[in-house]
């Protein structure tokens, strides 16, 4: 199975241009089925789930594939679709699958869909997307570790989630737009990859109001049609390669980003100490100053993104005095923690909380990758350990980082794949 080598102790420098947004086109290649014809997304990210969610709209009967022109282009023609059951093998390996619930039952009446399961970083349950699609009239039964939900024709309602769920509001988004009359959506994720599914929604003639705020008005129409769409760029990507710069003493810009998105995370690297400038197009960071600790709490947007927690706790191991790192959103996000122990950090954990005691150095060591934001935070330390980190199960990381080890080799790290 494939290696990451890293060799520690290069400062990263340079300019790089982050990929698409894998959540965004995750959800907007789910949106795709609402519309009869061919829906095309512009600066798709070439990664593993990216491809996994081809293969279930293919199940599903869509047409569906890259366009071999730019190699970032999706193509996806929902006008065959004529299987509504989402397999627990595809539903399996990657719990956005669930998207296609709303869409398919909205347009076509009934869906089955494959419970998600567990998952490496919590129990993830879908009970709110089932409250929502249900809210809306839905008929959902779970039976052999399917969902099935049927409709004669959704209606719009008001409905309030219990807690913030992203790809939850994406879904019941997703069926509002086709359900009769208008839908209130209450306690709605505000996260960017709503917004711009919303944004999607509304060139395929959905009516959309106030997505990004948590109370998001739906008025249904009668149907979608196909659009050509751009996804922006990676957030997530775009902190991690940031937080690369702040670990390696590093002076790094992004590109191809709105760094209005990035708000929380900047904000961390300037407080522990990095210099942060933002432009239209990306943000830069130099971090070649004294760094200290700092506290970070993750929470839904626009709070601190737990999908860069492992990322920032990785630059924290090293920084001048102690530092507290409260996960929020997900119930046992701390997988990376034992992995970084093994290169020398000094945390431990209690519940929730992971108090982390900057040392000198790490050590480079073999170390597995858990979970993908957690091999994120493992390279991270890579950069910086001594000698030589080797990162197995990166499988973890080709499911969100497109080229990550090229990208980073282009900044001035040391760092090969071995296959
Ligand atoms: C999305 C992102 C993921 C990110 C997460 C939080 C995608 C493909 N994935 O995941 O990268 O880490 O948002 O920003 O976009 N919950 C329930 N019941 C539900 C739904 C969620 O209890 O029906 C809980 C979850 O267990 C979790 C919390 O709500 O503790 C937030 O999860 P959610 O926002 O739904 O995450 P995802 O949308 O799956």
Redesign the pocket.
């Known amino acids: 199975m494939d290696q990451i080598v890293v060799r520690g102790g290069n400062r990263l420098v340079g300019e790089v241009a982050v990929s698409g947004s ?2 965004s086109t ?2 907007l290649m789910a949106s795709a089925l609402l519309a009869d014809g061919v829906s095309v997304l512009d600066n798709a990210p070439r990664l593993r ?1 990216v491809d996994a969610m081809l293969e279930l709209l293919r199940a599903l009967g869509a047409k569906a594939d890259w366009n071999d022109e730019s190699g970032h282009t999706l193509s996806i023609d929902a006008s065959g679709v004529d299987n509504f059951e989402a397999p627990y093998d595809l539903v399996r390996k990657m ?2 699958s669930f ?1 296609v619930l709303g869409p398919l039952v909205a347009r076509f009446g009934n869906a089955r869909v494959s419970e998600p399961g567990g998952c490496a ?11 929502g699609l249900e809210a809306l009239g839905a008929k959902v039964q779970l039976q052999h570790g399917y969902v099935q939900a049927t409709s004669s024709g959704l209606e719009g309602a008001r409905l309030a989630f ?7 509001t ?1 879904n019941v988004l997703m069926a509002a737009t086709l359900a009769r009359g208008e839908t209130v959506i209450e306690n709605a ?1 505000r ?1 960017p ?1 709503v917004v711009e599914l919303a944004t999607m929604l509304s060139k395929m003639g959905a009516e959309i109001h106030a997505a990004g705020s948590d109370r998001i008005v739906v008025r249904g129409v009668k149907e979608l049609r196909p659009v050509r769409h751009r996804v922006e760029g990676d957030r ?1 990507e775009a902190g991690t390669l940031l937080a690369a710069a702040a670990i390696t003493r590093g002076d790094v810009r992004v590109t191809g980003i709105d760094p209005s998105l990035l708000e929380s995370t900047l904000e961390k690297l300037r407080e522990l100490g990095a210099e942060v400038e933002v432009d239209a197009d990306g943000a830069r960071v130099r971090a070649d100053g004294h760094q200290v600790g700092i506290r970070v709490v993750t929470a ?2 626009p709070g601190f ?3 860069m927690q492992a990322q920032i706790m990785a630059v924290l191991t090293l920084v001048d005095g102690s530092s507290v790192v409260i996960e929020n ?3 046992n996000r701390f997988m990376h923690v034992p992995e970084l122990q093994r290169l020398g950090a000094d945390i431990s954990l209690s519940g929730r909380s992971a108090h982390v005691r900057g040392v000198e150095k790490l050590m480079g060591a073999p170390v597995m990758a858990t979970d ?2 957690a091999s994120a935070g493992l390279l991270l330390a890579g950069l910086v350990a001594t000698g030589e980190t080797r990162v197995s199960r990166v499988y973890h990381i080709d499911r969100g980082y497109e080229n990550i080890e090229a990208k980073l080799r282009s900044l001035g790290a040391d760092i090969c794949r071995e296959v």
Request: aromatic share 4%; charged share 30%.
């Open positions: 894998k959540n995750l959800a789930d719990r956005a998207m970083i919590g129990v993830r349950p879908v009970d709110q997307h089932l409250k219990d807690l913030t769920t992203v790809n939850g994406q994720a996260e990859e997530i839904p947007f993104p737990t999908d959103v997900f119930e993908l934001r």
